[in-house]
């Protein structure tokens, strides 16, 4: 059974910052591209961060260069988002997926980040 569970959600005030794990279970996870989305209240989800299979090549939303980090770890099947000088338009869910073409796409529950003082 396919599982991504996201950890590390929480409340932070501006300027500080907060890592997200995501553990992944019942796939072969080092074969898969792993991406974070986020989605705010009455927005769409957003594409944050993408990392591929090995770790070779990482991508950011413009909105988050420079201040977010995505990573993974193979040996332990989990990818981590470290998030510095979080903002308050940052507040959001915070989703794990996991992408392999040409048609396997698995999705995490999902952690709540709330910048906020």
């Known amino acids: 059974q396919v599982q991504l569970v996201e950890s590390g959600g929480g409340l932070v005030q501006p300027g500080g910052s907060l890592r997200l794990s995501c553990a992944a279970s019942g796939f072969t996870f080092s074969s898969y591209g792993m991406n974070w989305y986020r989605q705010a209240p009455g927005k769409e989800r957003e594409l944050v961060a993408t990392?591929?299979?090995?770790?070779?090549?990482?991508n950011y939303a413009d909105s988050v260069k420079g201040r977010f980090t995505i990573s993974r770890d193979n040996a332990k099947n989990t990818v981590y988002l470290q998030m510095n000088n979080l903002k308050s338009e940052d507040t959001a869910v915070y989703y794990c997926?996991?992408?392999?073409?040409?048609?396997?796409?698995?999705w995490g529950q999902g952690t709540q980040v709330t910048v906020s003082s």
């Open positions: 990392i591929t299979s090995i770790g070779g090549y990482t």
């Open positions: 997926n996991a992408r392999r073409a040409p048609a396997s796409n698995y």
